[in-house]
DNA sequence: CAGAATCCAATTGGATACTG
DNA sequence: CAGTATCCAATTGGATTCTG
């Protein structure tokens, strides 16, 4: 989705962001809640912690998603000199609010899961990623 | 993105809905959240309203994601026998359960507005669909 | 370890024209 | 009015391999 929509003013068309279709690009890439909510459960988490928390993530999907965060300004990410190379991804304040914000989604989610369909109830709040700590 | 995803039990491999990838489903498609909350706003909207309300979707668009969001027992239809047709769509219970869980990511997004690239911060507001009533 | 690079399949959604 | 039918361009994200 695009990030700027037209808006009418005085006869011209002019380019405006839209708060709500931001958050809407923001939200609805794929892995976005989910690397909220377990940045939110975790403070801190190194690329590869949170390949294994997201599981099934694919590296390049997890790096685009991230840049994407870090340009929203979401998430921040703290790199060490070291070898081999340690960085290290949290929540920006910003962060934070978004992570409050969805909670009340999140366990809306959480509430839905009796609905019929399901055969994996037991087993999908082992994942670590649908954990929510509030 | 898929619906089904793989839990690992007692060795053997098998389906599971996970209500958080459920969600996701449903509020990263482009105008779920959008429609969820001007139906919140208006109560009942017909499909040609929600087409104003919305503003750039598609006649295809809408129709697709009413559809899922029927699936998904979030909107409810009505329909009348009457010449020319009318057919009126609102919330379910379960509907306005998420559009109460969406408010805090809605105000959260809408105080977002002080973000230096905007160029239309009086302007948003008047669309319809970005108005939150609450 | 933390990605970048490449390639590719599937999904999404827009424009447009048409219909009961 | 309330959609459906087509067609198509762009985006998304998965798999895999490679690298500083």
Redesign the interface.
């Known amino acids: 989705?695009s990030k700027e929509?037209k808006?009418q003013?005085d006869g011209r068309t002019?380019?405006?962001?839209?708060?709500?279709e931001?958050?809407?690009d923001v939200?609805?890439?794929?892995w976005t809640?989910?690397i909220i909510?377990v940045l939110g459960n975790c403070e801190k988490l190194r690329f590869n912690g949170l390949m294994e928390q997201l599981e099934?993530v694919s590296p390049k999907t997890l790096s685009d998603t991230l840049k994407a965060l870090q340009k929203e300004n979401l998430i921040m990410k703290e790199t060490f000199n070291e070898i081999p190379p340690r960085v290290e991804y949290s929540l920006t304040a910003?962060g934070k609010?978004?992570r409050?914000?969805?909670?009340?989604?999140?366990?809306?989610?959480?509430?839905?899961?009796c609905?019929p369909?399901?055969?994996?109830?037991q087993?999908?709040r082992n994942?670590p990623?649908?954990r929510i700590e509030l």
């Open positions: 989705m929509s808006c003013k002019h380019l405006c962001l839209c708060p709500l931001g958050v809407i939200i609805s890439k794929k809640l989910l909510n099934g910003d609010e978004l409050k914000a969805i909670v009340p989604l999140l366990k809306w989610a959480a509430e839905r899961d609905l369909k399901q055969k994996c109830v087993n999908y994942k990623s649908h």
